[in-house]
């Protein structure tokens, strides 16, 4: 199955190539350049996709100033040195300037890839422009200072290429920075909330503040950056699911201590599966005269050997930035202290070199590098002779080769002298990529790979995280989007625990996980990569005839995407999904708007040709990107909404109230305001109202159909008059016990089916007028109105209604001693409902059969009848049926004798009874429960006597 031609190469379908407004909606003339409404460009990038950036705005403070005490080529050339010293400091962090805006520019850090610490290196990049502008000032000789003021956000942008090939990114992020900016003052960097929750405590931040931005209604919280930290991931939530590597790692620690061999131990995983965790409850858990050393590389790290340099002020407390006599004095002092070495002078000056001090002697950098190396190796040595220790080294796959040679020295078979130390390193896969070999020269080497947490590890995680503050349906939520990934599960819980109200339809993807994920996704070959981001169009999984709607469908592609633990196949039916869902919904952020809308219309459209489900699915995701882009073009949205209009009526019928509700609900939240809402409407309020009327959400059916009424009666539509009117009237009846205006409804329901001229509705109104003829003890007259619903129903073939008015049938003769007749019409019924196949019809039917055998004394046949029944209806979720269900089989066990299960089915429909406020049924089943109590009273006073008696002659 080839896909359509215009769906294969998207890039070529550019928001510009329009006829209106791609901002305001209004109509263009053929050649113009910009619109004449509200003056934007006809002309638009593409948009090429979406990501989550980090957006970096600096400008220089009082240029204006400067330029009137200057001489123009003087200022120039400042003012030119600034610009170049901003792109050289956004570049040496890997960030990309967007433009240069006067004297302010704006960078980008993920662009063209994503990296999960963007936002540190957006930060790392600001505090860098403004110690380098002020040293610019300095050396330029001014009067008065250069300063710089900066502002950094970060959030979803979409990004595209301009009419001369520079980036351009759009985005509420964008506008955030730059308000950030202005209010920041001079030599200040301002971040915003989300660069905050990215960062965590790899930045020191001032006190918070708000201000009020241009554009921001709410203002913006913001906070001022004092310096970069270094990160600390302890958490205080136990680990979970972790044992068997603590275990491994205290093991090969007592080795290495009673062998004098060292130990390499490697652990691989993914990002977010705990490897930094793992590691750190490792080190908390070791007694603490162990001395152990820390470091962790890092992306932006500015010197070769930082992760050693982490150690060596471990073991020193010496802090950043002191000067060089000082750490020369106090790495003799520890070295004499702690070590056997006859020169712990010259060793403490060859390791000051780590700590950036310079040699004495004038000589080539990369010797004194490699006597820095040797000299800690000595230093390790010399400290392990003495006492175990334990090496860390967190995020191996970011160090340099000479840390990675050096982490190998320590370990190498060919080193000959005693070292009793645990050298233990932590990283991504990316670090076996790069050296194969790795821990092939060790004397010990042990490489665990972290898999992903089970179900119930990954909810018990959830819990601890959450400390009993999130819902069981949102915890198990949480588990089944998270992969058993630990730091999605921990981040997703806690963001659920900061928003207001942690019960959701999804719980909401964090920013930190939307950037370790896009990160990792964006590290994919780029046909990989766009591959799984058009992928991500469907909802849960696809085969190679889905996948043709929108691709050409390439094996190895999806192999590869298997491989890269992206995708998963499943068994049976070769069908892929995403290996969990929120590497589903990253993907899917990555898509623009316009690609997705394109992307969405051509699977429902091949679906529907297919007969295949999910079409109302894909229109809606493909109205909402129309609403977004086209706010003022209504044809995706209204097919969307008849869509599900008509999956909410599919739901209805096969008895899935939840379901129906939920796809009514979604129609009419495309529908436009209520002010344009019509006959589609309507009929969704009147399908909202059914449905909610079958789960005895009474209230919320009230109002459904109340405003279903009133819409009817607006638009003239008798089918909804007909429909919303009949289960009114029930609800009035049985609820509010009216049976006066339940009567007036049910005959305006009649009427209204009546004009209608639809057999179906008419039958069905009848169904339900007969009950209140029948409330007024009035059996002859029910019995008349049901036979007519009957007739109806079966010239029609509605089994539907055949099966529920020959229930209802039944029930009027058992209430004039009919027993026979009752039997007769209740066997009807079952019989009906089971060849129609509804369940809840069924059940219906089995409920009444069962009160028919207790009719005739054969209540231990009854029984199963009512149990069978009740089950269904607590699957579908229907609670008032369930009451009843549950009454009638408390009255059978009554009649058994069993006043113990009597009791508790009594209770049980009492209190369901309560909740939905069923007046009638509730009525009957307390005074059946009192009759339980009094009875069970008696047995009990009558049994005191005897156990009196047994007590004397015990």
């Not at 790495?331 to 000051?352: F, K, M, N, P, T």
């Not at 896969?429 to 179900?455: I, M």
Request: hydrophobic content about 45%.
């Amino acid at each position: 199955m080839s896909p359509p031609a215009a769906l294969v190469s998207f890039p070529e379908h550019s928001v510009g190539m329009t006829d209106s407004c791609q901002v305001c909606g209004a109509p263009l003339p053929g050649d113009a350049r910009f619109c004449p409404r509200c003056g934007a460009l006809t002309a638009l990038a593409p948009t090429e996709e979406r990501k989550l950036v980090t957006v970096l705005f600096a400008d220089l403070v009082g240029s204006t100033e400067l330029s009137r005490h200057l001489d123009p080529e003087r200022a120039r050339e400042v003012q030119s040195g600034f610009l170049e010293t901003l792109a050289a400091e956004v570049a040496s962090a890997r960030g990309q300037v967007e433009k240069f805006i006067g004297d302010a520019v704006l960078a980008v850090f993920g662009m063209p890839r994503v990296h999960e610490d963007d936002a540190v290196r957006a930060v790392h990049a600001g505090l860098a422009i403004v110690d380098a502008v002020d040293r610019l000032g300095q050396r330029a000789g001014l009067e008065s200072s250069l300063s710089v003021r900066v502002g950094i956000e970060t959030g979803e942008v979409a990004a595209g290429q301009g009419p001369a090939g520079q980036l351009l990114v759009t985005g509420t992020a964008v506008n955030a920075a730059a308000r950030l900016q202005e209010a920041a003052k001079p030599g200040e960097v301002l971040i915003g909330e989300t660069t905050r929750a990215l960062i965590g405590e790899a930045a020191v931040l001032g006190p918070v503040r708000s201000i009020e931005a241009r554009g921001f209604n709410a203002g913006l919280t913001c906070h001022p950056v004092t310096g970069l930290a270094r990160r600390s991931v302890r958490r205080t939530i136990p680990i979970v699911g972790r044992d068997p590597e603590l275990t491994l790692l205290h093991d090969a620690l007592e080795r290495a201590a009673r062998t004098g061999r060292p130990h390499l131990f490697t652990v691989i995983g993914e990002a977010g599966m705990g490897k930094s965790r793992l590691v750190d409850e490792f080190a908390a858990r070791l007694p603490q005269d162990l001395l152990t050393l820390i470091g962790r590389a890092e992306s932006h790290g500015a010197t070769t050997l930082g992760p050693v340099a982490d150690m060596l002020r471990r073991l020193t407390g010496l802090a950043e930035g002191e000067h060089g006599e000082r750490i020369r004095r106090r790495l003799s002092e520890v070295i004499s202290a702690r070590c056997d070495i006859d020169d712990a002078q010259g060793l403490a000056e060859r390791l000051a070199f780590i700590l950036g001090v310079p040699g004495r002697e004038h000589r080539d950098e990369a010797v004194l590098l490699q006597e820095a190396q040797r000299a800690f190796a000595t230093l390790i040595e010399a400290l392990s002779a003495h006492t175990p220790l334990v090496l860390v080294l967190d995020d191996i796959h970011l160090a340099r080769a000479p840390v990675l040679d050096l982490m190998e020295r320590f370990v190498a078979r060919k080193r000959h002298a005693s070292t009793r130390a645990l050298v233990v390193v932590s990283g991504r896969q990316d670090l076996l990529d790069e050296r194969p070999a790795w821990g092939s020269t060790a004397w010990n080497h042990t490489l665990v790979r972290l898999e992903p947490l089970d179900a119930d590890e990954s909810g018990d995680l959830v819990r601890r995280a959450a400390g009993g503050r999130v819902p069981e349906e949102t915890a198990r939520q949480v588990v089944e989007r998270s992969g058993g990934n630990p730091f999605f599960i921990v981040e997703t819980t806690g963001m659920l625990l900061d928003a207001a109200g942690a019960a959701t339809d999804r719980p909401p993807l964090p920013p930190t996980v939307q950037a370790v994920v896009a990160a990792r996704l964006d590290h994919l070959p780029i046909e990989l990569r766009d591959l799984a981001r058009r992928t991500s169009v469907f909802l849960d999984s696809f085969d190679l005839d889905e996948l043709a709607l929108i691709d050409q469908p390439d094996r190895d592609a999806l192999t590869a995407l298997e491989e890269a633990e992206v995708l998963s196949v499943e068994d049976g039916p070769v069908r892929w999904r995403f290996c969990h869902q929120i590497l589903h919904d990253v993907a899917y952020a990555g898509l623009p708007k316009r690609q997705r809308l394109q992307l969405h219309l051509a699977v429902a459209d091949g679906l529907d040709r297919a007969g295949r489900p999910g079409v109302a699915d894909h229109l809606e995701r493909a109205a909402l990107a129309s609403l977004d882009l086209e706010p003022a073009d209504r044809t995706v949205p209204d097919r969307a909404a008849a869509a599900l209009l008509l999956a909410g009526d599919r739901a209805r019928r096969r008895m899935e109230p939840r379901r129906a509700v939920d796809r009514y609900r979604r129609a009419l939240a495309l529908a436009g305001p209520p002010a344009m809402w019509g006959v589609r409407e309507a009929r969704a309020l009147a399908g909202i109202g059914e449905a909610r009327y079958w789960l005895a959400e009474y209230t919320q059916a009230s109002d459904a159909l109340a405003e279903a009424e009133r819409l009817g009666l607006q638009t003239g539509d008798t089918w909804t008059l007909a429909h919303a009117l009949r289960f009114l009237g029930d609800v009035v009846l049985n609820v509010d016990a009216d049976v006066d205006r339940a009567e007036v409804l049910f005959a305006r329901s009649l009427a209204a089916a009546e004009d209608l001229g639809d057999p179906q509705a008419i039958s069905r109104s009848l169904l339900f007028s007969g009950w209140v003829p029948w409330t007024r003890d009035r059996f002859a007259e029910a019995d008349v109105i049901w036979q007519r619903a009957l007739s109806i129903a079966t010239e029609t073939g509605d089994r539907w209604v055949q099966a529920r008015t020959l229930t209802a049938l039944s029930v009027a003769r058992a209430e004039v001693d009919d027993l026979d007749a009752e039997a007769a019409y209740a066997e009807r019924a079952l019989s009906v409902a089971r060849d129609l196949g509804d369940q809840f019809s069924i059940a219906v039917a089995m409920v009444q059969m069962g009160r028919s055998l207790r009719a005739r004394q054969r209540q231990t046949e009854a029984i199963p009848h009512f149990t069978e029944a009740a089950a269904i209806f607590e699957e579908s979720g229907v609670r008032w049926e369930l009451a009843d269900a549950l009454y009638a089989r408390g009255s059978a066990y009554e009649e058994l004798g069993r006043l113990d299960e009597a009791e508790n089915d009594l209770r049980a429909a009492v209190r369901l009874c309560e909740e939905l406020g069923a007046r009638a049924l509730a009525r009957w089943t307390t005074r059946a429960l009192a009759r339980v109590r009094a009875r069970r009273d008696d047995r009990q006073a009558a049994a005191a006597p005897a156990e009196a008696d047994d007590a004397a002659v015990r």
